[in-house]
Structure formats: C-alpha cells, structure tokens
C-alpha cells in the first residue's frame, strides 16, 4: 500500500547547526502535507504544512521543501537549539482525507 | 478544554483483563484517530472515524481491539483480554475536514496502558 518513509531514524547534530529531516512519500495524490514534533512524554504537535502547489514554505526557523518530482519532503531547522531535541514526523493527507504517518526521526541536539 | 483531552493519563492492568480508554475530541472536529506508540517507536494507526461513515478499522492488530464514537464525538478504545505486548501510549486525534478546515490533526496527551 501507500505509505510515508523517513531516511534518517537518529540524527545528532551540534547546537547551532542547522539540521534537515527527510521524509520520502509514495502516494502521488498526496496534496497536503505536515510537519509534527513529539517531545518526550507529550502528543505530537504540529510544525508546519505546505499543499502540493508549493515547492517551499517558511516559518519561524522551520521550512519545509517539497520536491514532488522525487516525492520527497524535508523540514530544516536554523540554528538548531536543545529544545529543538524531539521525535519528528512527517504525514502526508491523501485524497481519501486520512493522515498517513511516517516512521519518525530523533533529532538529538548536542551542547 | 479546547484542546483533544483523553483518559486515564496511565493505566496499569493485569493480563487478561479488559481496558476502555476515552478521547473527548475539539469540538466540531469531525474526523478523530486512533494510534498506538510504543516506547521509542512511530505512530502505528489503528483506527479512523468521519463523520457518520464507516470507520476505517485496518489498523486494528487483533479483533480484541474495537473502537466507538458515539454522537459523532466521544470515542471509546476498547482492549479486552489484554497481553503484555498491548503495552504502548494510545494517541488519540482531531481534525475538521470542513470549509476552511486543513485535515491538521490535534493530539492528546496519550494514555499510557501498561499490562502486567
């Protein structure tokens, strides 16, 4: 069946940094979708979204890119700080208006 | 509250016994899931009400797991003779689908089943 996937399960990255979680998805009729961050003991909350009309989006610190050639998206994160320090994942909304979830990346930030 | 709210927060059980664990969803959201995460894992979906159709059951692992929205807004998750690998955070979830709506799901909290 369709589904969303992640590269990356762990990524450490140094405070400061900018750190880049990608996400591949394999549903073509996918037009929306988003960003969630899960920190420890908590729900997922949402980052930030972009339809599939949009190649970029841009919010506080955060874009997302969406590449729909390739069925990729990735979230980047500026000046990665340590309470940055979450799972992430990305969910894509098909035709059919259910979520799919992907597996989640850990992003570690070292001090 | 306005935000998704479910409970127990945490529920320790014993083998064999039956569990209920409730989500109130935002209200006037008509769409609400059902996940189950185990510790350090990914969202594993199980199931998915809209509106008044049919729930979307596929992600249920056994048929000791059942779901129910009552009124179209309440739902119940059901486990009954719990085992041990049922130990995980049931996330339960919102969204709106309506006019202006973006299918932006909004999370509880989770209530974390734990099976001795």
Request: glycine letters at 12%; charged letters at 20%; a neutral charge.
């Amino acid at each position: 069946g369709e589904s969303v996937g992640l590269h990356l399960p762990t990524l450490s990255v140094q405070e400061g940094d900018n750190s880049i979680i990608n996400c591949a998805y394999s549903n073509s009729a996918s037009d929306y979708f988003i960003w969630y961050k899960q920190e420890s003991g908590k729900g997922p909350q949402f980052i930030i979204d972009i339809r599939s009309n949009m190649d970029k989006r841009q919010g506080q610190r955060v874009t997302v890119l969406l590449n729909k050639t390739v069925k990729h998206l990735s979230l980047q994160i500026a000046a990665t700080q340590p309470g940055d320090s979450a799972v992430y994942f990305c969910a894509e909304n098909n035709a059919g208006n259910m979520l799919t979830f992907g597996g989640g990346t850990r992003l570690m930030v070292k001090p | 509250g306005a935000g998704v709210s479910q409970s127990p927060s945490n529920k320790v059980t014993e083998k064999g016994k039956d569990v209920e664990l409730r989500c109130d969803p935002i209200s006037g959201h008509t769409a609400l899931y059902w996940y189950r995460q185990s510790l350090g894992q990914g969202l594993e979906f199980l199931i998915y009400f809209q509106g008044n159709s049919a729930p979307d059951k596929s992600g249920l692992p056994s048929d000791r797991f059942s779901a129910e929205r009552t009124g179209g807004s309440v739902s119940t998750l059901t486990i009954q003779r719990t085992q041990q690998e049922d130990s995980a955070v049931y996330l339960c979830a919102s969204s709106y689908f309506g006019q202006g709506g973006t299918g932006e799901l909004f999370f509880g909290e989770g209530s974390r089943l734990t099976v001795l």
